[in-house]
């Protein structure tokens, strides 16, 4: 629609600035971790509780970039915002990383930064484009 209509269209499963830079360092995680299998991937999840989805759209965004099994545990309490935890564990260690949101202000924010950033653009785009990475 955004093509015959001559107009552009951004897409982003989450808005955040934060979120999406998490989302780039998930997939150079992810592209040293793979020749590791000993590594077992898992992602926890916490929202609010009157969050519908299960697993959040983000969620889903992050294990698709890690490309292997992966143990999604999804946890719904109080007012949490959002917090989505990687952790890539063997035998002997483990490595983490971690994006937690304070507040929703950052969903805000992104939203206006990708509208402003698209205005006059044409054609199909992510929040990758808006961001360079």
Do not use: C
Request: proline share 2%; no cysteine.
């Amino acid at each position: 629609i955004a093509i015959d209509n001559n107009t552009g269209f951004l897409y982003a499963s989450n808005f955040s600035i934060g979120v999406n830079l998490f989302f780039e360092l998930n997939r150079k995680l992810t592209q040293l971790m793979n020749s590791h299998e000993q590594y077992a991937a898992s992602l926890k999840e916490i929202h609010h509780v009157h969050k519908l989805d299960n697993p959040s759209g983000t969620a889903i965004s992050l294990v698709k970039d890690i490309k292997r099994k992966i143990k999604i545990e999804s946890e719904r309490t109080g007012e949490t915002p959002g917090t989505h935890i990687i952790t890539y564990q063997s035998e002997i260690d483990s490595i983490e990383i971690k994006h937690e949101a304070r507040n929703r202000k950052g969903f805000a924010l992104g939203a206006v930064l990708a509208a402003e950033w698209k205005k006059g653009k044409k054609g199909i785009f992510g929040i990758s484009d808006m961001l360079r990475i």
